[in-house]
Structure formats: C-alpha cells, structure tokens
C-alpha cells in the first residue's frame, strides 16, 4: 500500500471512529445515574450508530471514483503536485459530505423515531359532549367495555363527571376494574381502591387508560380483584380528555381522584360502595396525599379508611432545586413548568426559564414517557436543558414559589391511617425529604405507618412495595387496627 492510500485509509477510518463514538458519547452524556434513570431506553437509541455504515460505504466507492479520476489526469500530462492537491481537496470534500450526510441522516431518523415511539390521539370516547350534561360531580358520562381485563374480571373506560383546577366542571377518563363474582350481599357494594397513576407525561395521549396493557400500570391490581375489591384508576383531567393536565397540582388531582369513587359508586354494573382507600406511587403518591386532606371536605358521603402513599413528592421546592440538573429532573421540572404556566395566570415561562429553553420545555411536555422509546424522544431536550434551562430560581421567583408551597402536602389533616413506602436508593424523590415529611405528620397526629426499603431506587421499587402495600389496604377494610411508626 502506497503512501497516498494509506492516508486515504486513515482518513476513512477517522470518519468512522469520529462519528460513531460521537453519537455514543451524545447519547450517555445525557443519562443522569444519579437520577435512576432506567438506562435501557438511551441503549436501545444507539441501534441508530449503524446507519454510518451505509456512509462509510459510499464513502469507500466515491473513494474509488476518485482514484480512477486522479488516475486519468495523470495520465492526461497533469503535474503531480496539481493531482496530489485535487486528490486531498477531493477526498477533504468527500469527507465533509459524508459527515454532513450522517448529522442528515440523524436528524431525520430521529424525527421519525419521535414521531413513531408516542401513542396516537385519544379517540372519540375521550371527547366531551358539549355542553357538558348536567349533574354533580361523579356522574357518569358514557362508560364501555374494556378488554385486557385480568382473568376473571370486567372492567369499563368511564367518562365521568370532575371540577376542573378552574372549578368549573370538567369531563375525566378513568378505568374500573371489578371481579366478575357478585358483591357480598351483606355489604354496602364492593370495597372501592381508588389508584393515583405515577408520572407518564403530561399531553392527551399519555392517558394510561389509552394502553392496550392498561391493566399493567395498575400497582397490585390482581391482589384487590382476589380480595373482592373494586378498583378505579383516574387518568386525571387533561390526560385522555383535552386541554391542560394540572402535573402535580394537588387539589385537582384529589377532586378526580374523589370524582373517579363517586363514578365507580355510580357505574350500577359495577357495584361498587362508598368505603375506599387511595393508593398511588410517585405523581400518585402526591395525589393520594392531597386526596386525604380533601376528602372530608370535598366528597364527605364517601367513607375514607387508609391513605397509602410510594415515594411522593412533599416538599416540592426541595425536591425540585436538588433535582433540576439531572436528565430525569429536568424532565419533570419541563412537564410542572409548561403545565404550571398554563393552570396559574400569574406563573409565566419567562420568569424563570431562559429563552432558548422555552420551546424545548413546551415540547417536551408534548411527550410521553411511559415506554423507554418514549423515554428516549427526550434526548434532544435533555442535553439542551442540561446546557441552558433555568434563568431564575423558581424556588426563589414568585409566584413560582408559591405555587411549590401550595402543592406541597401536609398542611391539612387527613382522616384516616397512612402508609408511606419509600426506598433507601431513590435519587429523585429523595429519602430524607420524605422523612421529614412523615415526621411532620407524626408531629400533628396522624397515624402514620412509614416502610424504608434498602437498595431500593425510585424505578425500581413498585414492584418491591406492592405487596406490602395491598396488605395493609386489605387490613384497612377489615378494621384492623392500624400500625403507627411514630414515636
């Protein structure tokens, strides 16, 4: 191999090891660990490294061409120096082309990954009637069959009846499931768990009940079937139906929560009572809290006997400054910001995010994330967020800071025991905030009940905590006395 062949070689293969390493680097730049962000999702992004194969192998033949040409001018009488400087301006050309044709190429699959790993729009079921048909809140709209219910149950999409974080009413979806077997003929109607679903976005189509597995995202599920419970999942307003999703606004999450028991006790198929405990994970943990502290006020006809909340999010302003700045934390903070901005008039982007990040966190709270290729369509915003985001410190900027203290729970009594379940590893809803937390409640009187977990981290730990979880709701409708862990 000559000298000019070896270069050209070597400028081949720097092409290659340049670019794919590149797209590697790109891709785990953005993974947080600290975060617990499941890294399976970013994995599975990097199939797309091999499309530089294809470049590389027109690369080579253009290469090719270029020789014979370089070939035939000299044999047309031009100099040597003349042919050395047409062959590298030829081959520096060729490789710029290339390089350029892999950003293209990215760009493009990309958008189309984007646009193929979300869910599609809600269907016609999800639209509401206008106007809205009168009666209180609870009341059923239209309700369906729903299929991939567990063995031995039926279970219903619901359109129901709900007050909007505008208090006005509004039209919410949720899923109710029951066992087939009849309601004990002793009872006032089934036993009713009332679940609070974690984050999975905040757009329409992130709805859990859209999913044709919706019946996997329902924590413990087939354990309150056995025991004869019925069971009702919100979707929360804004997710399914249209318009704005109030991401961890706690008394609108609690009124579809309350809303979603009313419409169960309502659906007469389905035969479910008014006793009901509410249990949730995460953004549902958030939501159970608030559901505590509402219901006597909000839905006193309904009888409340145990609160069970998983890694929820309390102190949101703490949480919030430790979190911003990882992948999974700005994520979140896009969804709370772009849907906080649009439930508080008074709460605008630009208070607190810079200019160039604006229309990053409006699209990113067009995603979902529920799936890890949804998860992964937030690359692009993550390393952007993670270069600019904040201008001003919301925990510091009002009226932003206002609204992290309102929907921080604790500042109502909740009727009932509680059981708060958290893991030892969690890197997003963080240990020792949840502590505090349920010192707080221990300090005003609550029966508390609280479960740390080792080794366990915030993604990993619904499984864990289930079980124990659906125990002690199963003991709660018994009348068990309930446990307490405050000293």
Same mark, same amino acid.
């Given at each position: 191999m000559d000298r000019g062949s070896l270069w050209r070689l070597l400028l081949l293969l720097a092409i290659y090891f340049v670019a794919v390493p590149a797209l590697f680097v790109w891709a785990f730049f953005l993974v947080d660990v600290s975060a617990d962000f499941d890294l399976n999702g970013f994995v599975k992004l990097l199939w797309w490294a091999v499309m530089v194969l294809p470049v590389v192998g027109a690369l080579y033949y253009l290469g090719v061409r270029t020789h014979g040409v370089m070939g035939r001018f000299a044999a047309d009488g031009v100099s040597p120096a003349t042919t050395g400087a047409l062959r590298w301006l030829a081959w520096a050309i060729i490789g710029g082309l290339s390089f350029a044709g892999i950003l293209v190429l990215a760009v493009t699959l990309f958008a189309v990954f984007i646009a193929t790993s979300q869910p599609g729009a809600p269907g016609a079921f999800y639209t509401a009637p206008s106007p809205l048909p009168s009666g209180p809140p609870g009341t059923v709209i239209r309700s369906e069959p729903l299929y991939g219910a567990p063995e031995g149950a039926l279970a219903w999409k619901i359109l129901y009846l709900s007050t909007s974080y505008t208090g006005k009413p509004t039209a919410v979806s949720a899923t109710l499931v029951v066992p087939e077997t009849p309601a004990s003929p002793v009872a006032e109607g089934r036993p009713v768990v009332a679940f609070a679903h974690g984050t999975v976005g905040v757009a329409p189509n992130c709805a859990p009940s859209l999913r044709s597995y919706w019946a996997e995202d329902i924590d413990g599920l087939q354990a309150f079937l056995e025991a004869g419970y019925a069971v009702v999942a919100t979707d929360y307003e804004g997710m399914g139906t249209s318009g704005t999703h109030p991401y961890l606004v706690g008394r609108s999450a609690a009124m579809n929560v309350l809303d979603s028991v009313r419409?169960?006790?309502?659906?007469?198929?389905?035969?479910?009572?008014?006793? $009901?405990?509410?249990?949730? $994970?995460?953004?549902?943990?958030?939501?159970?809290?608030?559901?505590?502290?509402?219901?006597?006020?909000?839905?006193?006809?309904?009888?409340?006997?145990?609160?069970?909340?998983?890694?929820?999010?309390?102190?949101?302003?703490?949480?919030?400054?430790?979190?911003?700045?990882?992948t999974f934390g700005n994520v979140l903070g896009a969804f709370a910001f772009d849907s906080w901005s649009k439930v508080y008039p008074k709460a605008e982007l630009r208070q607190v995010i810079t200019r160039i990040a604006r229309p990053v966190v409006r699209d990113t709270a067009k995603l979902c994330i529920r799936e890890e290729q949804e998860a992964a369509a937030i690359l692009p915003g993550s390393i952007l967020m993670k270069i600019t985001f904040l201008s001003n410190q919301p925990v510091d900027t009002e009226p932003w800071k206002s609204v992290f203290e309102e929907n921080s729970p604790g500042g109502s009594m909740i009727p009932a025991p509680i059981l708060i379940v958290q893991g030892e590893e969690d890197g997003l809803v963080h240990p020792d905030v949840t502590e505090a937390f349920v010192e707080g409640l221990c300090a005003k009187g609550h029966t508390v009940e609280y479960r740390s977990y080792p080794d366990v981290h915030h993604i990993t730990a619904v499984p864990v905590v289930t079980p124990d979880v659906a125990a002690w709701l199963v003991d709660r409708f018994a009348g068990k006395p309930a446990p307490s862990t405050c000293s």
């Open positions: 419409a169960a006790h309502n659906l007469s198929e389905a035969d479910a009572g008014t006793a $009901y405990v509410v249990w949730g $994970y995460s953004q549902g943990g958030h939501a159970a809290l608030f559901t505590g502290e509402l219901s006597a006020s909000y839905a006193p006809e309904l009888k409340l006997v145990g609160v069970a909340a998983g890694a929820p999010p309390t102190d949101l302003a703490t949480l919030f400054e430790r979190d911003l700045g990882t």
